[in-house]
């Protein structure tokens, strides 16, 4: 699949860093490559959403049920197929697949059975604040990452460094649902920092951003500090070392240039963690969003909207990951060659 | 018992809500509203009000779900209006009550001819007869249903400019209540032409009511704001405030987790949230919150036993069963006082209550007994089987109602002591709704449903209606007819007093036959800032905020 984590062979390091000059690789053998990968990743959508479809009607009830069967409107069974029927859900799951399918491609992504609402309308409210939330996150999880890798590295004072070295672990452990409770016990409702009712845009994000940023750089810094740690052992480094290079200037020149293409790597899989955390994050603090939309839709059982949802993530991780794939040669040359060879 | 009181002035409604209070074992009696002095309302400033869940619908049959019916209720207008503490019925649009005919097949209102919608068109009598009559047949085309409120319907006519008639093809006694109900709330001419997409998040600024208030803007499922309407003025002459709302704005704001709900509430956040669970109350008091807590005066929170599956065929399992389950230990080890310990099918404040007295008395040793006697013999872990068959019965989760989960669980354990496996059936709403209706999959069946009106007990048992006990065999007839007829004469007597007996019938019914196990009256449980004063809710438990003013 498209997503594998592609890291680059350690051995074979020349003094200079891989981002040394080599010419460039034949554009034929790149687009060739280039085209076998979105061609993987179409495949990769196309079997979510088919995937996606069957197992969200096989479960046992339907949106239909969960929506009009409910005893609180107390229907007759003949009123409920009536209305099975208007929404064309007593069709065999073939038909429907076709029809959903169709709708796809022609950008009519139907319509929520829970609420009626165009899900492209839905869909389209709801990009926007976790689109904020997740780039926010995911900013704030690369400062935290570099930071803390730094200070694992490079800190002045080995009890320092080793804390730092646990921090990701422990991140890694804390469940997202439990950061977001604690947050807003501790700063919104014990301290009174900042408001969750009625704050204004700003405000509205600061605790969100965190909540989500915390299992995010966790990951990130355990790459980094990987990739450092194997970059202080190269031999050129100590060769730079004992000419005087300075601990900045190695972090600037050395360091950075090869940590990046494994962190560019795992943030494209990190992606994923970023849709599960908005989930339960935009849930906690009662924000609208995605992954809000997310947990409401599966409550109650609304396929056309979790369809899109699912479609939606797929694409964007599909995509996320040929870009890194794409760019990856770009960074590392020894990815060209790889190609070539 | 506790309730709202709403024919009574702002500081009698204020010492009340103290009342209820102290009941609660508030720490602070110097916050309760009528200590700090309740004087005359205050007009001006915005509540915030926190709710659990996100509306759904605004098209008024659909306003059953809670977060449909806090915003439809305070939209929307009705034909009649009821007192959420008698459950009397008094004029509202409607300039008195409706005359009826001698077997309550046609009903004649006269009607206000004064009332504006908020978009500025005329409350009239072709409007209210356009209302009615869609929510008497509903419109499958657009998905909109029939209200289940309003039985056997058969036309609307305007009689003149103020008067309208409705007629039914079989006796409907319930009608009158029917349209005080929030599922009968008159909406302007345009709104009606909306199909169910129309009435679904993302439209609620388009929902045209005649009621209090207006939808000022809305977030989808995240906020919605309602602003006063300035000129309302006709509201029911029981209603405290007269005029306009006391306060210009609610924001209306999805808090769908407990901790962040309670903890903004707790904060000062925010002014009132709805739903604050049994396990909640102590916290929301201590922090010198009132908690309110308004019944629902319908059917009570218990179980139905399926008596067509063969496990609970013989009334002796029934009665095991019901003997077999100490309801009052449930209720005290996760409950509150402000969940009464039910003493029949019906809640104390429901129309045609009758107590049932010592039908539901604990006593694990009959249980035992009976059990016994009906060939059911311990097996070798325990629990009893007969002819190779185990006594194992699976139940749903009813996700609506308060920790039905935990309930169920302590239930399973009692009853494990004398023999009986309950199993608790897992699934999300849809997965619960579908294996509902199905008897094989679920024997015993948790639920509630408040309506103040007679016919509820009607809505809960019928096979037209929920039908929880599945009393209908493959081809529709009742498996009990019995049981079926004394529900129908339910919605068929004409006169209150038949009503009555008819519903004391059904319940004297139900526990003759160990049919049910109610276990208590659920109320709708708010947590309120002692700066608001006023809150009052229906005559379901949902919120009026039209009365609430805010000091200083």
Known sequence: MSIAVRRPQQGGQQAGGPAGRRPAAPRSGTRARALRRIGQAALVVAATFVLAFLLLHALPGDAI?????????????????????????????????????????????????????????????????????????????????????????????EPLRRAFRSLPPLFVSIPVFWIGIVL??????????????????????????????????????????RAIDDTLAEPYVAVARSRGASAGWLLQREVARNALLPTLTIAGVLFGELIAGAVVTETVFARSGLGRLTADAVATRDIPVLQAVVVISAVAFVVINLVVDLVAPAIDPRLRKEVRA | ??????????????????????????????????????????????????????????????????????????????LLYQDPETLELEPWIATALPEVNEDATEYTFDIRTDVTYSDGTPLTAENVVANIELFGTGDTDRALIVSEAVNDFEAGEVVDEDTVRFTFSAPAPGFAQAVSTINSGLLADATLERDSEGFGPGNATEIIGAGPFVVEAEEVGTSIRLAARDDYAWAPASFPNQGRPYVDAVDIVIAPEDSVRIGALTAGQADIARQVEPQHEEEVASAGLEIVSAQTNGVNNGLSFRFDHPLL????????????????????????????????SLSQTALGYQDQGDAYAFDPERAAQLLDEAGWEPGADGIRTRDGERLHLVVNEALPQPRSRDVITLVAQQLREIGVELELFQGDQAAQTAASADIDQIQIYHSMVGRADFDVIKSQYSIENRNTLQNADADGNPVDPQLEDLLQQVAAAPTTEGREEADAAVQAYLTEQAYVLPFFEEPQVYGVQPRVHGFLTESVGRPSLANVWLEG
Do not use: K
């Not at chain 1, 301290?191 to 600061?206: C, D, R, Y």
């Not at chain 2, 399992?317 to 029949?344: C, K, M, N």
């Open chain 1, 65 to 157: 049920v969960a929506r009009y069967a409910s005893p609180e409107l107390g229907l007759s069974p003949e009123q409920l197929a009536d209305l099975r029927a208007a929404y064309g859900a007593d069709q065999p799951v073939w038909v429907q697949l076709g029809l959903s399918a169709w709708g796809f491609l022609t950008g009519d992504l139907g319509t929520s059975l829970q609420t009626g609402a165009e899900v492209s309308t839905l869909i389209a409210a709801a990009l926007p604040p976790t689109l904020a939330l997740a780039g926010l996150g995911f900013l704030l999880a690369a400062v935290l990452a570099v930071g803390i890798a730094a200070l694992a590295t490079f800190g002045r004072w």
């Open chain 1, 184 to 225: 807003l016990q501790v700063v919104s409702f014990r301290l009174g920092l900042i408001p969750v009712i009625g704050a204004n845009a700003a405000e509205q994000l600061v605790l969100p951003v965190v909540t989500i940023a915390i299992p995010i750089a966790a990951p990130l810094a355990q790459v980094l500090i």
């Open chain 2, 1 to 78: 018992m506790v309730r709202i009181p709403s024919r009574s002035r702002v500081a009698v409604a204020g010492a009340v809500v103290a009342a209820l209070a102290l009941s609660a074992c508030s720490a602070s009696e110097a916050t309760s509203p009528a200590a700090s002095g309740s004087g005359e309302p205050v007009v001006g400033g915005t509540l915030t009000y926190l709710e659990h869940q996100a509306y759904s619908s605004l098209y008024p049959p659909a306003a059953g779900f809670y977060p449909n019916g806090a915003l439809v209720n305070n939209l929307t207008s009705r």
């Open chain 2, 313 to 344: 065929e013989d009334i002796r399992v029934r009665q095991a069963l019901i003997a077999g389950i100490d309801r009052e230990a449930i209720v005290s080890s996760i409950f509150s006082e402000h969940y009464p310990l039910a003493t029949s």
